[in-house]
């Protein structure tokens, strides 16, 4: 749900030239502004912040990857002849509910 302008609370936040780099690229890649993008990413990482989290994606990456191998592993075992049909399925969900922006 996107906020009204009047909702928004100007605070000010210095980061380095470096962040602020990747960040201008980013909102131009999503085709969003910097505010919105960065609002994008505290949505993100703030609630792991809540609740004591750090975000680690090596690790989250790895669990992913574990997860996804694992899986692979087990339907192609169990039932190969849905393996290729539920491989497109995903790529499917994929693009309909993960794809980026523009």
Excluded: C, W
């Excluded at 000010?12 to 960040?23: F, K, L, R």
């Amino acid at each position: 749900m996107v906020s009204r302008m009047a909702d928004y609370v100007q605070i000010g936040v210095s980061m380095t030239t470096g962040q602020a780099e990747h960040i201008q690229a980013l909102a131009e890649r999503q085709g969003t502004s910097i505010s919105e993008t960065i609002r994008n990413l505290l949505n993100i990482a703030l609630p792991f912040a809540e609740h004591g989290h750090r975000l680690n994606f090596a690790r989250l990456l790895t669990i992913l990857e574990f997860s996804s191998l694992a899986l692979d592993t087990l339907v192609a075992k169990l039932a190969p002849e849905d393996s290729d049909r539920l491989l497109d399925l995903a790529v499917d969900h994929l693009k309909k509910f993960h794809a980026a922006q523009g």
